[in-house]
Each structure stands twice: as C-alpha cells, then as structure tokens.
C-alpha cells in the first residue's frame, strides 16, 4: 500500500525520506503545477542526517492525480492542513488513514469532522527537521513519535513499517493528552520568548509571568478533562526552560524571520476551550491580545 505524502517541508520529507529508504512506496503530492516543476529540476528530495545527504527520487504528483489514496500524511501548517486535504478528498478511499502531523489542535478536530469517513490518527512529534533549501531537509533532533486515535480502536498494522524505517513510534492510548500538554508548554513559553525577544533561558527572569499562566493553563487543562496534561506542568515548564535554556523558540524564529506562526492551533486554542467551557483566564487572554498586537505591528497573520 502506497503513503500519499500531503507536504514535502521539514517534517514531511523526514517521513518520506526514510520510509522511502525502507523499500516503502511513497508518493509526494504538490501543491501545483509550479511546484512539481521545482521538484522535478530537484531531482527528488535531499535528506541531510549526521552530516551525510542523500538523494531520494521520490515519485512526485499533484492533487488532481487518478491514484486513490489508501494512507495520507498530512505534513502541512495547521492553517493549512484542511484546505490541503479538500484538494484530495475525492481521491480518499472508504475507510482510509489520515495522519496528523500538526502541532497545537483545533485542525485535527475540524478535519476529523468534515471526512468522518477516514479514520484519522493524530500524532505528536518531538522530532525536529528543517529546511535548508526546497526539497533539502536536514534532520536537525532526534526525538520521539507519538501516534494515537482519539475515537479509540487497535494500533494499526503499519507501524512495524515505521519501525523498519527508523521512524521512532509508540503507540498512545491518549493522545489527546500528549497534544494538550505539549500545546501547555508551547502556551507557557513560546509567546513570552516573543514578546521579551529572548532566549528560552532568558524567561527565568520572568519567573512570577511563568507561574501565573501554569495555573491558568492548569485550570485549563483540568476543566476540560485533561489531568494527566495538568500534572506538575509548572515543573516541566522550568526543566524545558533550563534544557533548552541557549535555543529561540520555534515561534521565535518564525516571527523573526517574518513567516506566518501556528498561534490560532497554540495560544489560540487555548482561549477558544476557556471561553467554550466558560471560565474566564486573564492572563492567558492578556497573552494572546499582546501577541497578536506584535504579530500584526510586524505585518504578520494574527490567526
Ligand atoms: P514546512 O516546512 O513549512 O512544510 C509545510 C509544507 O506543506 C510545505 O512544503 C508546503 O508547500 C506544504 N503545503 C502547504 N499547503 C499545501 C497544499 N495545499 N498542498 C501540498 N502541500 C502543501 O512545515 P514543517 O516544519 O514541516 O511543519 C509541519 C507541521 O509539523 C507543523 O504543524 C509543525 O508545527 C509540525 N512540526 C514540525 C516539526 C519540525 O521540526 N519541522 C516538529 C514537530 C512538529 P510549499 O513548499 O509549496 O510551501
């Protein structure tokens, strides 16, 4: 069974990259016409890994292609994510796989909803890749892969593929819990590390603005059924802080070299679930104002 790869950025070029290594069938579908033709003139897609770099000619189509799909990545921009699969819907087979590869939530749900006809495995990556040029990915951390469906059900038999791949897998009976504690911790420092334009290490100093937003996120989480997410999260927020203490945040650079952030599927997420379960979190709604004042001083997208 071919995997239909939605995306060829960091993320999805990793994943396609080493299944495609592993012998697996994989097919790269592009967002237009234009962008095959750079695919093409690539070559393939290039992975960079422990300072080696490898080519991998991975066939290449675009949406409206005849090939139904059986298993779709989706390795999109949350904002992005559903508008790229309507592209593909009506090649969707009846009871296909749909992988989430989005951080934050809020599009895995919406996309769930609108093709309840797949069955849709939400996954939470600690893995990091990024893009060195179109097609050439390095894969800059090693980390873990946590793949999970939130309506329940049996592991799925393909993730013995990942494991010939040398995709790191476990399979999590609550996956909603892994993405709403790692959509927390993003809540607690991201933003901060924009506003005060600083390091991860740096955000010690703001020590009482840390605590303030872990109980509210706390409050959060516990109101809308996630305790295990809750647990201890104050002391995770500090241990990331200190491990990761020389590093800009992923919003950071992404707001520094002027693209687009996830805020809508992070902070934004955030706010919607208090409003919808009716308490009221100043401090996190205070975050989200001044944060997209920022974002909207620099011309950026506020959602
Ligand atoms: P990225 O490098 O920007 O890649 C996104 C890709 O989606 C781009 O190649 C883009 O195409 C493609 N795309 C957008 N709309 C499309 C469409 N309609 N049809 C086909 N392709 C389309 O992003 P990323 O860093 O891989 O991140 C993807 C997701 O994974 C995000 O939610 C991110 O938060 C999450 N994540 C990333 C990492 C990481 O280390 N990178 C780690 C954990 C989680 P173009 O090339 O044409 O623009």
Excluded at 71 to 80: N, S
Excluded at 171 to 192: E, G, H, M, T, V
Excluded at 242 to 264: F, K, P
């Amino acid at each position: 069974m071919s995997w239909h790869v939605l995306g060829a950025g960091a993320l999805g070029s990793l994943w396609a990259a080493r299944l495609a290594g592993a012998g697996a069938t994989v097919r790269i579908i592009l967002r237009s016409a234009q962008r095959l033709a750079d695919y093409q003139r690539a070559g393939g897609l290039t992975l960079t890994a422990d300072d080696l770099s490898r080519l991998y000619a991975i066939p290449a189509e675009l949406p409206d292609a005849s090939e139904p799909i059986q298993r779709l990545l989706v390795a999109c921009k949350a904002y992005d994510a559903e508008g790229a699969i309507a592209q593909v819907a009506s090649r969707l087979s009846s009871g296909c796989e749909i992988l989430l590869l989005q951080n934050g939530l809020g599009s895995q749900q919406a996309i769930a909803e609108r093709w309840p006809q797949a069955r849709c495995i939400f996954v939470s990556s600690t893995e990091g890749a990024y893009r060195e040029d179109d097609f050439h990915v390095v894969f800059a951390g090693r980390g873990q892969n946590w793949l999970g469906d939130p309506n329940g059900g049996s592991a799925p038999v393909w993730l013995d593929e990942l494991n010939r791949a040398g995709i790191p897998q476990t399979w999590s009976s609550d996956i909603l819990a892994r993405l709403w504690r790692k959509l927390a911790l993003n809540c607690a420092i991201n933003p901060l590390t924009v506003l005060h334009d600083c390091r991860n290490g740096e955000l010690l100093q703001h020590r009482e603005q840390l605590s303030g937003l872990c109980e509210e996120l706390v409050e959060l989480l516990e109101a809308g059924g996630q305790p295990a997410a809750a647990s201890d999260l104050q002391g995770e927020v500090l241990r990331v802080i200190e491990a990761t203490a020389a590093n800009y945040s992923s919003m950071y650079q992404d707001v520094r070299l002027g693209r687009r952030t996830e805020i809508a599927y992070l902070l934004g997420h955030a706010c919607r679930s208090a409003d919808s379960l009716g308490l009221a979190l100043p401090r996190l709604h205070e975050l989200h104002r001044h944060l997209r004042e920022h974002l909207s001083q620099r011309g950026l997208p506020t959602d």
